[in-house]
């Protein structure tokens, strides 16, 4: 299993400016995904986060908006830059499980996030 | 992109009944989970069908896999307030998960 923990959980945010979302994991993974979400709908794959690369941006997503850093196998972070109302959503970090827990998805708590 | 489609988006009912949540794709998938999400948390996995066909049962909730692993299926027996929350299939591939359309469920006390 993994535990992640993410922070803030919640923010309001004023246009033009950038929110930095932190998340941690309690073990190593190689690969962390960032995703989107409308409250009570799906996700939506922002990211792929990798250790040491650059990240595997979704169609539709882009790095001058949201940069991410990897620094090393247990942290990343996501920025939400310049953002408009259109940003306010449920924004989750995610890793995959190892070893016996390899087909599930271990999630942070999601900021949500509101842009005014 | 592998889209899991499922139905009904939204459904509210009276506690006590019986429901069944579809999950649709025409992608194989070699396993498939299905998660739980409560609001201000992030999704949690109630469980994951790896064998076509196969049937898992958690206390009222039911879940099987199609013979095909393309589709899945949820019921519920009883339904309680405390299941109430967003029900999202899953499938992975690759190093990627793929998430269902979502069903957000309200039972009613």
């Known amino acids: 299993s993994a535990v992640i923990s993410q922070k803030p959980s919640r923010d309001i945010c004023q246009r033009g400016t950038s929110l930095t979302i932190q998340c941690q994991v309690d073990?190593?993974?190689?690969?962390m995904f960032w995703y989107r979400q409308q409250p009570g709908q799906s996700l939506t794959l922002i990211a792929t986060a990798n250790q040491g690369s650059e990240a595997t941006y979704e169609s539709g997503f882009v790095i001058d908006k949201f940069p991410i850093s990897r620094p090393n196998l247990t942290f990343s972070t996501l920025t939400v830059s310049n953002m408009s109302p259109e940003d306010s959503s449920i924004y989750l970090c995610?890793?995959?499980?190892?070893?016996?827990?390899?087909?599930?998805?271990?999630f942070g708590q999601g900021t949500r996030l509101t842009v005014v | 992109t592998q889209l899991l489609e499922q139905s009904p988006q939204f459904l509210s009912i009276q506690e006590g009944e019986n429901l069944t949540v579809y999950c649709n794709s025409s992608?194989?998938?070699?396993?498939l989970q299905w998660y739980r999400q409560e609001p201000g948390e992030g999704p949690v996995l109630l469980v994951t069908?790896?064998?076509?066909?196969e049937v898992k049962k958690l206390k009222r909730l039911t879940f099987q896999f199609g013979d095909a692993r393309k589709d899945s299926s949820l019921h519920i027996t009883a339904a309680q307030p405390g299941d109430t929350g967003l029900y999202l299939c899953a499938g992975a591939a690759g190093n990627q998960f793929y998430f269902g359309t979502g069903t957000s469920l309200t039972v009613i006390p």
């Open positions: 069908v790896v064998t076509g066909g």
């Open positions: 992608s194989v998938f070699s396993s």
């Open positions: 073990s190593q993974v190689t690969m």
């Open positions: 995610s890793v995959r499980g190892t070893g016996a827990s390899n087909t599930e998805a271990f």
